[in-house]
């Protein structure tokens, strides 16, 4: 059967999100970095911080430095307010988001949602780093690495089909501590040689040469990896009302061999792999699981599907 994809191929490929943090601004700031510094202290430290401030802005300026921060507060309450209700978009929110249940099924050479799901042998590769140290992001060696990384994952995005990077997405650990400086990276392969090919490739090279000669002074650095390796019908994902994520936010070149809509046979566009699963064959887990054969029959029994009538279709 052909499945119905919810996302337009691009001509230009999608920057990924790992990139994105270090792109996408706020006040001329990085949102990658105001998050990483943000979680370096405690709640209680960055309000004694605003506190020590106040008091010497005040005895500065007197009671009008008590003026900023009340309007701010107003000014927070009111936007917020507006967007509860609808009069105003939220941009960070909002931005971006499928309002409708999808699932991942990527394309075939034509363009073409078909065939089975889970229909792609897929590589997972999360890689991730944390400085366990008073200071956090700011402890010895943490920026060199931190340099390092950012370095890597901007080559391998460059040279995404070189190496067979589909995507890749980034994540912070909440709730070990109170503080954070664990973040992970997540990268889809589309093979195996890929990553091999990455890990021994100048960059990597350089950085790992780097650790190797500084690891004795730090040792409060910590690194690690995992790979996964997912063949074609033994994975499945899920998002109802969600930004594309994970597997969902990754993309395919694909150079077709055959007029498909707007595109011309011989354009090369980037393809999502998203499409609807309110019905059908992938509207369950084992549905959407090929390996396991199953008919998508698994809900029939609880009567409470909410998903038939949900959503909208071509974004």
């Known amino acids: 059967m052909e499945h119905v ?65 009340f309007l701010l507060i107003f000014y927070r309450i009111v936007d917020t307010a507006l967007m509860v209700k609808g ?19 990527f394309p075939d050479s034509n363009g073409k949602y078909t065939g089975k799901s889970a229909n792609k042998d897929i590589v997972v590769f999360m890689i991730g780093a944390r400085a366990n140290h008073p200071l956090g992001l700011f402890a010895p060696g943490f920026k060199e690495l931190g340099h390092y990384f950012q370095r890597m994952t901007l080559d391998i995005e460059a040279r995404s089909e070189e190496y067979g990077l589909i995507g890749q997405t980034n994540y912070a650990q909440q709730g070990d501590c109170s503080t954070s400086a664990d973040t992970m990276s997540v990268m889809f392969f589309e093979n195996i040689e890929g990553v091999h090919k990455f890990a021994h490739d100048k960059l990597h090279r350089d950085a790992w040469h780097w650790w190797n000669e500084n690891l004795s002074s730090f040792g ?12 074609a019908g033994h994975w499945e994902g899920i998002y109802v009302n969600s930004h594309p994520r994970g597997l969902a936010a990754t993309t395919v070149p694909i150079t077709l061999e055959k007029d498909s809509g707007d595109l011309k046979a ?22 959407r699981v090929s390996a396991l054969r199953s008919k998508a029959t698994e809900h029939d029994k609880y009567d409470d599907d909410p998903y038939a009538n949900y959503g909208k279709l071509g974004v």
């Open 266 to 287: 011989g354009t090369k566009a980037y393809f999502r792999p998203i499409v609807d699963a309110r019905r059908g064959p992938l509207k369950t887990s084992a549905g």
């Open 220 to 231: 409060h650095l910590a690194i690690w990896h995992e790979l996964f390796y997912s063949p």
């Open 5 to 69: 994809p919810l996302t337009k191929p691009k001509a230009i490929r999608p920057v990924s999100q790992q990139v994105l943090t270090g792109k996408k601004k706020a006040w001329g700031v990085p949102i990658g970095l105001i998050s990483a510094v943000r979680d370096q202290l405690t709640i209680s430290s960055w309000l004694a911080v605003g506190a020590c401030l106040q008091s010497l802005l005040f005895l500065v300026a007197g009671r009008v430095a008590l003026v900023p921060a």
């Open 87 to 105: 009069v105003k978009a939220d941009p960070d929110a909002m931005e971006n988001i499928l309002k409708n249940k999808y699932t991942v099924h």
